[in-house]
């Protein structure tokens, strides 16, 4: 029985054609709630099984050569659930903040937060500044966590900081354009998503990534995210392989 199993496996892993790796994947991770209800555990109890298997899916993306992983932690409108959950949320936020060394062990890994500040209390800003200087000279893939993240608010604040420039002279109206919007984003740095997947069986964005995801190829799956693995992650992108991406051409 195990044979069959392992085989099975092998047959995902032969499927990965690793020439054509999606630069930049985004992952909404969704479904820490239900994935709790259904064993009978508090919803927090899902919270801290979902950073589990972020750990385990950031380190198992490096190494298949994925060079950018951007996974959505907490929305703008997150704030919006019972202060228990919020409370808890932003409490393994700083636990898994704290100790970077258990969040990405020995491995290559960057990692870099993106959202705003507001509303984020001084001890998690501290930890943010901390994992970030800490793994800043890591290269093999950068792990983006969107943490008080919401589009909307992106493309906002891009628009404001533009404005300001128009309003000092410093910029003229006709020198706006899409690279400008796009370099005024939390994502400047790195290159737009070709991926992204959201597991829990929701087909919907909520807010994630809505600039850069212009061209981006959608992947749903009903897994909830504590349950999802390695195995996941790479039929996902065997499916992303067999898409033909036009980006509006022929
Ligand atoms: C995703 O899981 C984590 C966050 C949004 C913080 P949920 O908490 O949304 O889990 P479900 O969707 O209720 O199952
Ligand atoms: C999106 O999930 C946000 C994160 C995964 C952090 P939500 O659970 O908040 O999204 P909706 O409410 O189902 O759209
Ligand atoms: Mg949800």
Redesign the pocket.
């Known amino acids: 029985m195990f044979g069959i199993f392992k085989k099975k496996q092998e047959d995902v892993f032969e499927q990965l054609d690793t020439n054509n790796l999606p630069v930049h994947i985004g992952i909404?991770?969704?479904g820490n709630?239900r994935w709790a209800k259904k064993r009978g555990l508090p919803r927090s109890a899902g919270h801290t099984m979902g950073a589990k298997v972020l750990e385990q899916i950031t380190r198992d993306a490096g190494h298949l050569g994925i060079k950018y992983l951007t996974v959505?932690?907490?929305?703008t409108?997150?704030w919006s659930r019972p202060a228990e959950e919020v409370k808890a949320l932003m409490k393994l936020m700083v636990e898994y903040l704290d100790d970077y060394r258990r969040l990405i062990g020995d491995e290559d890994i960057c990692v870099r937060i993106i959202g705003s500040k507001e509303g984020l209390s001084e001890e998690i800003l501290e930890k943010i500044k901390i994992v970030e200087d800490a793994t800043k000279n890591n290269s093999a893939i950068t792990l983006n966590i969107?943490l008080n993240?919401g589009g909307r608010d992106e493309i906002v604040k891009s628009v404001k900081k533009i404005a300001e420039g128009v309003k000092d002279g410093s910029i003229s109206v006709d020198e706006i354009d899409e690279k400008m919007i796009s370099d005024n984003l939390y994502t400047n740095y790195m290159p737009d998503p070709d991926f992204i997947i959201r597991p829990?069986g929701?087909q919907?964005l909520?807010?994630?990534l809505l600039w850069q995801s212009a061209y981006s190829e959608f992947w749903y799956s009903d897994i909830n995210?504590p349950d999802f693995t390695k195995k996941d992650l790479i039929r996902a992108i065997v499916d992303y392989q067999k898409r033909n991406r036009r980006f509006g051409g022929v």
């Open positions: 909404i991770m969704d709630g959505y932690a907490f929305s409108e997150n969107a993240y829990s929701e919907r909520s807010n994630f995210w």
